[in-house]
């Protein structure tokens, strides 16, 4: 069981724009930063979005993050067949022991 | 650009202990948080836990008693040591780095199957 919760399977056409929620609670995403990660078939996964809504160089403008409260949703615009990938949110999680990494399950995108 | 890449052996017998190596290029491991994540097949990510380059260690709870991560400056590498290991330790074991620039993952290795089996 995931500690942030994300719906497995989402699905859209081309040109589309699709969301993908993150579920978490107040000591994570309630309180620190959601990041989210692309997984092409038979890869690593690639970062996509940082701290809620930033994007590393070289990820298209098509992909959207925001956040509020304790859940958080990604979106994409102008679906791609290429898009087609899982995708996880993740954050950090206060503990007692230390800030722990903690991701969603991950939801597969489909490209109708 | 920072560069990843995991090493050791693929198959593991059930209660040994799986190690992991992996091997930092393109630039120093003096600095940031050194992470291992794994995913078994067919299934999400799970973070293993963190080391920073001093040595100070987070470990998630449910594995925490089995689990020693340690770095190497000297050779630029960290590595993942995993005990008593069962069946349900069979997944992909990826390395990753996490910076002070994005607060969270940045890169990660291409990751290796350890397969647990006698």
């Known amino acids: ?112 | 650009q920072v560069q990843l890449q995991e090493s050791g052996p693929g198959l593991v017998k059930p209660s040994e202990t799986l190690s992991l190596t992996c091997t930092v290029s393109g630039g120093s491991i003096s600095s940031y948080y050194w992470s291992w994540i794994r995913q078994p097949p067919g299934k999400g990510l799970e973070w293993i836990g963190y080391i920073y380059y001093s040595g100070s260690t987070n470990y998630n709870p449910s594995l925490k008693s089995r689990v020693t991560i340690s770095v190497d400056t000297s050779k630029n590498q960290f590595s993942l040591k995993l005990s008593s290991v069962t069946a349900a330790d069979t997944a992909v074991y990826y390395c990753a780095l996490m910076t002070t620039v994005t607060g969270g993952i940045d890169y990660w290795g291409q990751g290796t199957l350890v397969t647990v089996s006698s």
């Open chain 1, 1 to 112: 069981q995931s500690v942030l919760t994300q719906p497995p399977s989402a699905s859209g056409t081309p040109g589309q724009r699709v969301t993908i929620s993150c579920s978490g609670s107040s000591s994570n995403i309630g309180s620190n930063y959601v990041y989210w990660y692309q997984q092409l078939p038979g890869t690593a996964p690639k970062l996509l979005i940082y701290r809620n809504n930033q994007r590393p160089s070289g990820v298209p403008d098509r992909f959207s993050g925001s956040k509020s409260g304790t859940s958080a949703s990604l979106a994409i615009s102008g679906l791609r067949s290429e898009d087609e990938a899982d995708y996880y949110c993740a954050a950090w999680d206060d503990s007692l022991s230390g800030p722990d990494w903690v991701f969603g399950g991950g939801t597969k995108l489909t490209v109708l």
